[in-house]
């Protein structure tokens, strides 16, 4: 019995030799990082049958802590497909942050949109007086006004936001290093 048994053994042990040869062999792949790192998508299934339907979602941005790449994740929306309830939506996201575990630079808690208005490419966002609490200087503003204005302007027709605080313009926030006054867009960073 034993007789029998050693070919299958000696073949089943020259498959496996070959497998581990076979994925040591050929150059390691390098792959540039990408700009942009996804985390979620939103995918809902039909209850009443096998099929699998995408739902319409919005993308919104986050700046890594490297303050170069960016995260980005999907957020589901609803009924109301106008252009100003998605950019109201889009900015609460932007302002509550990534997903738990996502190491990004995120607004200071509290942070709220008092207002967004869309008129032509440009969306108007008034932020709560919140925003002005940043500690970590130039680098954390920058971080945290770079996922929001990709956040905006992956929106249709979006190509600039304008930035209040409280209901007024700043020139910059506390940190000094981020100007508020002009119109931001994605070529500012």
């Known amino acids: 019995m034993s007789v029998s048994r050693q070919p299958w053994a000696i073949v089943g042990g020259v ?11 050929g150059p390691p792949h390098h792959h540039p990082p990408a700009p942009v790192v996804e985390v979620t998508a939103s995918v809902a299934a039909v209850p009443s049958s096998d099929q699998i339907v995408a739902r319409p979602t919005i993308r919104i941005y986050a700046t890594r ?39 990004a630079v995120r607004f200071p808690p509290g942070t ?33 006004f770079k996922g929001l204005v990709w956040t905006l302007t992956a929106l249709p027709g979006i190509e600039h ?18 100007e508020l006054d002009e119109p931001l867009s994605r070529a500012d960073w």
Do not use: C, K, M
């Not at 498959?15 to 062999?25: F, L, S």
């Not at 208005?117 to 919140?130: F, H, I, K, N």
């Open 15 to 25: 498959i496996v030799a070959a497998a581990v040869v076979a994925t040591r062999q």
């Open 65 to 103: 802590l490297d303050g170069d790449r960016l995260v980005s994740w999907h957020v589901p929306i609803g009924a109301s497909h106008d252009i100003e309830s998605l950019a109201y939506l889009a900015t609460v996201e932007a302002l509550n942050g990534p997903p738990i575990g996502v190491h």
């Open 112 to 144: 709220t949109p008092q207002s967004v208005r869309v008129r032509g490419g440009t969306v108007y966002v008034d932020l709560s007086p919140e925003v002005e609490r940043t500690t970590a200087g130039g680098f954390a503003e920058a971080g945290e």
């Open 161 to 178: 936001v304008r930035l209040r605080v409280d209901g007024a313009t700043l020139p910059t926030l506390p940190g000094g290093h981020f």
